[in-house]
């Protein structure tokens, strides 16, 4: 119950986070897969980058971690990195994402 509310406020967390190369948050761009939160405060971020060569992959990731770790009730956050499903903007990116990108 008070998991889905924390998994929010971690999505939340990670609009902050915005892609250098295309300046939209990670979020609207659909590459946040999956957020799980445990009641020790554990958070497993299941995300995918723009391009498995993104160049910027590190410094992303590595903002998603302090972005959830700035949430006062979290332990611990892991960052996984996953490419399948492959990225896809038309279909994961929100319709904010698609327009800033010209997709739509």
Same mark, same amino acid.
């Given at each position: 119950m008070m998991t889905s509310m924390q998994e929010d406020l +971690?999505?939340? &967390?990670?609009?902050?986070? @915005?892609?250098?190369?295309?300046?939209?948050?990670? @979020?609207?761009?659909?590459?946040?897969?999956?957020?799980?939160?445990t009641e020790a405060g554990a958070v497993t971020i299941k995300m995918t980058l723009t391009s498995p060569?993104?160049?910027?992959?590190? +410094?992303?990731?590595?903002q998603c971690h302090q972005a959830a770790k700035k949430l006062p009730w979290v332990k611990? @956050?892991?960052?996984?990195? +996953?490419?399948?499903?492959?990225?896809?903007?038309? &279909?994961?990116a929100s319709e904010d994402a698609r327009m800033e990108l010209g997709i739509l």
């Open positions: +971690v999505m939340e &967390t990670l609009r902050s986070v @915005v892609d250098p190369e295309l300046g939209i948050n990670i @979020v609207d761009l659909g590459l946040i897969y999956k957020v799980d939160v060569g993104c160049p910027l992959g590190a +410094v992303i990731q590595g611990e @956050v892991n960052c996984q990195l +996953v490419w399948s499903p492959r990225w896809d903007p038309k &279909t994961m």
